[in-house]
């Protein structure tokens, strides 16, 4: 299957820092990428699904302007989290997809943690 | 909120066949199946999908029933490593808005014991 890279694989930042997350697809161009955080025995909640040069579509009850998300070229997406507060503390997965059409695969990361103290 | 129902947790003998049972009642007509699973601590890890009929790859073989309003995902020979969560996602495949998007569940916890 397809690679999907992510960077950092787990990072530490202090309360009311800035974090930024890059997600990758190394071997295919994906026109859609989507982010996903997951609390501890928790699932996956989508958090927002972003096309290649547009903006992101955030699901209900996650702030954008705290997440902000760029998906700048078809190869490489990045997640901020601005201001961050021990209740961000979560693993953060991206998800890539070839293109708009959901019968291209969805491939995933292998999540990035992220620890606020 | 997911469309499917799990069991929260099973337990497999290693090298017994492992089957995962879903419920998809409300699956409409233009719904696929998809099975995922996440070991701990990684992203998810694709499996297989299908939409009536039944599908096999290397990983495993799926079973959707002819009403498909359930399936049930087997592995064929468990190993330690498949101890993992498995997630049974219905998903469409309209073009474009949210439909398409991958929604998980709570999924089940397969414990392969040796």
């Known amino acids: 299957g397809a690679v999907v890279s992510q960077h950092p694989s787990w990072v530490i930042c202090k309360s009311g820092t800035s974090v930024k997350i890059e997600c990758r697809s190394l071997?295919?161009?994906?026109?859609?990428m989507f982010w996903y955080r997951q609390f501890p025995k928790q699932s996956l909640m989508l958090m927002a699904t972003?096309?290649?040069?547009?903006?992101?579509?955030?699901e209900q009850g996650v702030e954008k302007d705290k997440f902000l998300i760029n998906h700048a070229s078809l190869t490489l997406s990045t997640l901020t989290v601005t201001s961050a507060h021990p209740e961000d503390s979560s693993f953060y997965i991206c998800?890539?997809?070839?293109?708009?059409?959901?019968?291209?695969?969805?491939?995933f990361g292998p999540g990035t943690r992220l620890t606020v103290t | 909120d997911a469309k499917t129902t799990q069991p929260t947790s099973m337990d497999c003998a290693e090298g017994r066949a492992a089957n995962l049972p879903c419920n998809h009642s409300?699956?409409?007509?233009?719904?696929?199946v998809y099975w995922y699973r996440q070991i701990h601590s990684q992203g998810p890890q694709y499996i297989i999908h299908?939409?009536?009929n039944n599908e096999t790859n290397e990983m495993a073989s799926l079973i959707i029933t002819e009403d498909r309003k359930s399936s049930t995902l087997i592995l064929p020979h468990a190993t330690l490593r498949d101890t993992a969560v498995y997630y049974c996602?219905?998903?469409?495949?309209?073009?474009?808005?949210?439909?398409?998007?991958?929604?998980f569940g709570k999924g089940t916890k397969l414990s392969v014991k040796p």
């Open positions: 972003s096309n290649e040069g547009s903006k992101a579509t955030y």
């Open positions: 996602i219905v998903r469409s495949w309209n073009y474009g808005g949210s439909q398409g998007n991958l929604i």
């Open positions: 071997d295919f161009q994906a026109t859609t």
């Open positions: 998800s890539a997809r070839r293109g708009l059409a959901e019968s291209y695969e969805q491939y």
């Open positions: 409300t699956i409409s007509g233009n719904e696929y």
């Open positions: 299908g939409l009536k």
